[in-house]
């Protein structure tokens, strides 16, 4: 918000929040209903097209949003501006969407005064598209250009154009980030190509559609944050420079402030003197700059189907919310499977985002799978076989470590990524399976004073761990099922064995609050813990919480430090600015330079990691008992 807001800052639909798409919907069932009802003669096709040009402009700027997180995802890259987002950012711009709200009542509204009259709004007319691009070049530019150097004298700026500039690192959506206020002049400014052609009697479907989706265009191109535009484009037709700008050219303006104002056609501040003397050479050293290697790499997979969204790339504001399965998500499920078919399709990995901690440079890649595969036999070759590419790439790029993220680590799978360094055993990239930090933090999440635990659930390395020390600092162990004690039992080779416990009675430990739970967990079993019982997952995956009267922690997981920059989106199921112990794992062993791998059967030394991680700024992550609560 500006720092001083103004009259009509915000969205009049602001208070309705998700409803607010509602308002459109009488015109849109309106339109379609007249459009299937009607005889073909009679079709009303321009009031029919305003709904889904609306959608095409949503996805126009999606795809948009998408590329530019794509192609920063790689630090270097033709990137420009080469800092990091926050989520303050994220949230101030998650209304993107209001200004083409607001564009549909205009529209529609425009068709209900017989602005637009179908009978005289043709597919196509050529002079109508000439005039509207002559009206955009003459009128509209000169217009914006004042209009832009107005809004940056102190009284406007402050109470309304300071919004747009709270962004310094621009994304796309970043272009249409400004007060209702502003949205109402520029409305008013882009509406002259329109009327013109409407006056003249010359416009046409095509005319207005297409003026419109120009405008998104060069909106997300200026404000995308990599230079994409090739040198030999201005090289064949030298005077392009005075009719388009380029990303760096406006990006300047976000970090210089009193520079290159024009709007899409840099001519006026060449004529005007107000172009920034480093815009040629902002962009040439944008375009040369190459991408850098990460240090660090983090592998992750998908989980659902409609996971796909949560990524970075996918839907920015839901990014940046811990993860839930949303209803709205179904009415697009061809586009989820359209996704599905695409992953599956395209079989490589992929760059979703990076960070920056500390001089390290800091990689999440994505295989290209979903949870369900993982439990396919059919499927484990495959995904080891990604799995074994990305560790090769790694290595190729020169990252220092490599963590094992969600399921890319198993026994079943590859022995927590043993399989891999015993076939390329002059890996300089160091393999991490982060049990030792899933451990330590389990341990320091529970409560003081315990003396005795339930073990429940599916034995993995970090659950043998786990049993193990716990049993070696004086803590009994209690498990539920014979198998796991005897598998238990075994492993400890009798030492400290005393301390395992196996009942075949939840009665006998009603008393019992605190148990360790993992994969497998059933609802009979939640079921019967005594109430305020706290559940700790020591699993990749959460268990689910059937209990209001009980508590449930949340899966191995440290907070960040302050200081590690870009980090807007959040991991799975995670709160903000929280990382799994997992992948924190990896960088402190890239920080701490330890010069071994953690897979296997091998675990580094648990109160070595622990300290190690609280020395580097990560934190244990808050917790809050339901007795806490009440």
């Known amino acids: 918000m500006a720092s001083k807001p103004g009259v009509l800052t915000n969205w009049p639909w602001t208070p309705l929040g998700s409803f607010k798409y509602l308002i459109l919907a009488p015109w849109a069932i309106n339109g379609t209903y007249l459009f299937v009802s009607m ?82 709004l043709p597919v196509w007319r050529t002079d109508g598209v000439i005039l509207t691009i002559l009206m955009h070049a003459g009128p509209v530019e000169f217009l914006y250009y004042w209009l832009h150097r107005a809004l940056h004298h102190h009284f406007l700026y402050s109470r309304y154009h300071s919004h747009h500039h709270s962004s310094i690192v621009t994304q796309p959506i970043t272009s249409v980030i400004h007060p209702f206020a502003e949205h109402i002049v520029y409305y008013m400014l882009f509406a002259i190509p329109m009327a013109s052609a409407l006056i003249s009697r010359t416009a046409s479907i ?30 064949l037709f030298p005077p392009l420079k005075f009719l388009m700008y380029t990303p760096s050219f406006h990006s300047l303006h976000h970090t210089q402030f009193r520079t290159n104002y024009s709007l899409f056609m840099p001519f006026y501040d060449y004529l005007y003197g107000t172009m920034d003397k480093s815009s040629d050479t902002l962009y040439e050293t944008s375009l040369k ?5 990460p240090e660090v790499v983090h592998l992750m997979h998908l989980t659902t189907p409609e996971s796909i969204y949560h990524l970075r790339l996918g839907f920015a504001s839901f990014a940046s919310r811990p993860f839930t399965s949303k209803w709205y998500l179904w009415l697009i499920w061809p586009v989820t499977w359209w996704s599905m078919m695409l992953t599956w399709l395209y079989g ?86 982060g049990s030792s930090l899933a451990v330590a933090v389990v341990l320091n999440s529970i409560p003081k004073g315990t003396t005795e635990v339930v073990l429940r659930g599916k034995l993995t390395k970090v659950a043998y ?39 075949k009675s939840y009665a006998d430990h009603d008393h019992q609050m605190t148990w360790i739970v993992g994969d497998g967990l059933d609802e009979e079993e939640q079921l019967k813990a005594s109430k305020g019982t706290l559940f700790i997952p020591f699993s990749q995956f959460p268990p689910k919480q059937l209990r209001k009267d009980c508590s449930y922690h949340s899966t191995p997981a440290m907070v960040t430090p302050r200081s590690l920059e870009n980090l807007h989106s959040c991991e799975n199921w ?37 300290e190690a991680s609280l020395r580097h700024g990560f934190q244990p992550l808050i917790f809050q008992t339901q007795s806490n609560k009440q």
């Open 289 to 293: 700059r190459e991408a850098k290697s």
């Open 39 to 120: 005889e073909k003669s009679e079709r009303d096709l321009s009031y029919f097209l305003i709904f889904p040009f609306l959608l095409w402009r949503m996805l126009h700027n999606q795809i948009w949003i998408s590329l530019s997180r794509y192609w920063t995802a790689k630090p270097g890259n033709r990137s420009i501006v080469d800092k990091g987002l926050e989520f303050d950012q994220i949230d101030r711009e998650s209304n993107w969407d209001d200004q083409i709200l607001f564009n549909g009542i205009l529209l529609y509204l425009a068709y209900k005064s017989k602005t637009l009259d179908p009978s005289r």
């Open 574 to 610: 995670l709160p903000r600015r929280v990382m799994s112990a997992w992948r924190v794992a990896a960088i402190v062993h890239a920080l701490e330079g330890w010069n071994e791998h953690e897979c296997g059967n091998k675990v580094c030394n648990i109160e070595k990691v622990w």
């Open 348 to 433: 490589r990995t992929f760059v979703v985002e990076r960070h920056r901690f500390d001089k390290l440079s800091l990689q999440t890649w994505v295989i290209p799978k979903y949870s369900l595969q993982y439990f396919l036999e059919w499927q484990k070759e495959s995904i080891n076989n990604l799995i074994e590419e990305a560790i090769l790439e790694a290595e190729e790029k020169g990252a220092k470590v490599l963590s094992l993220g969600l399921l890319n680590q198993g026994e079943g799978l590859n022995r927590y990524g043993e399989v891999y360094i015993k076939k390329h055993p002059q890996l300089n990239v160091k393999v991490v399976d």
């Open 465 to 503: 761990t786990l049993a193990f020390t716990l049993c070696q600092k004086g803590i009994r162990v209690v498990t539920l099922r014979e198998d796991e004690y005897l598998k238990l039992k075994k492993s400890f080779n009798t030492k400290f064995e005393s301390n395992l416990v196996f009942s």
């Open 206 to 235: 095509a005319s207005i559609a297409g003026y419109i989706t120009y405008i998104d265009f060069m909106n997300n191109l200026g404000h995308c944050n990599f230079e994409l535009i090739p040198k030999s484009l201005f090289s």
